[in-house]
């Protein structure tokens, strides 16, 4: 029992902290972990709109033979956009940059 509270002790003081950085502020590291968790939820309230805006797509470009093709390539969209919400909103506490674009967005290739 000392141990799990020993153990649980740590981990609420070690891993709370932001990496040190000379120009971060407080306010810089409670704005990071507000957007992390707000869009934690919005990915994982947003996951079901990745099928029907995948189907939209690969119906536009395939006809109608993309809406099978959409239809799988959206529900393993929503399953990754699930998980990246679910991993956000946990792990709020560590600000991040995004790491996938919003639902329905397309992202266009930047020329190097």
């Excluded at 040190?20 to 079901?48: C, H, K, P, W």
Aim: net charge negative; glycine share 10%.
């Amino acid at each position: 029992m000392r141990f799990i509270i020993a153990l649980a002790w740590i981990m609420s003081t070690v891993l709370p902290m932001p990496p040190a950085s000379a120009e971060e502020t407080t306010g810089d590291y409670m704005d990071g972990i507000g957007t992390q968790f707000g869009r934690g939820l919005e990915n994982i309230v947003t996951s079901l709109a990745e099928i029907p805006c995948t189907v939209h797509a690969d119906m536009k470009d395939q006809g109608n033979s993309g809406f099978f093709t959409g239809f799988g390539k959206g529900t393993l969209l929503m399953l990754r956009r699930m998980l990246v919400g679910v991993t956000e909103v946990g792990t709020f506490f560590i600000p991040t940059e995004r790491t996938i674009p919003r639902v329905c967005h397309e992202t266009k290739p930047s020329v190097a």
